[in-house]
Nanobody, 121 residues
Framework: QMQLVESGGGLVQAGGSLRLSCAAS????????MAWFRQAPGKEREFVGF???????YYADSVKGRFAISRDNTKNTVYLQMNSLKPEDTAVYYC???????????????WGQGTQVTVSS
């Protein structure tokens, strides 16, 4: 079992930045692929990006060039650095862990509780 706890969400103006953190415990973190997803009100959950166990990254087109995922295996933590935020980035952001590195949410085994990000215009 792995527990994931996100933090760092909040309210920011358009054009601003936030860094989300996801702290993991309970399993061998460095062997897991880690992903970020988000869900806006009234919309389906969507893929944001992932980082593989060996630090390969991949991003959704909507965030490419603005968001960056990194991981610190010594702290069992994955980060989502969000720059140039837009109102359409407003959502609950979730981190997920799995023995995969892809954009299929169904293949991730463990999920955090989510953290709210609100971008005002």
């Amino acid at each position: 079992q792995m527990q994931l706890v996100e933090s760092g969400g909040g309210l920011v103006q358009a054009g601003g930045s936030l860094r989300l953190s996801c702290a993991a415990s309970g399993r061998t973190f460095n062997s897991y692929g880690m992903a970020w997803f988000r869900q806006a009100p009234g919309k389906e959950r969507e893929f944001v990006g992932f980082i593989s166990w060996n630090n390969s990254t991949y991003y959704a087109d909507s965030v490419k060039g603005r968001f960056a995922i990194s991981r610190d295996n010594t702290k069992n933590t994955v980060y989502l650095q969000m720059n140039s935020l837009k109102p359409e980035d407003t959502a609950v952001y979730y981190c997920a862990a799995g023995r995969v590195s892809n954009y299929y949410d169904s293949e991730y085994l463990y999920w955090g509780q989510g953290t709210q990000v609100t971008v005002s215009s």
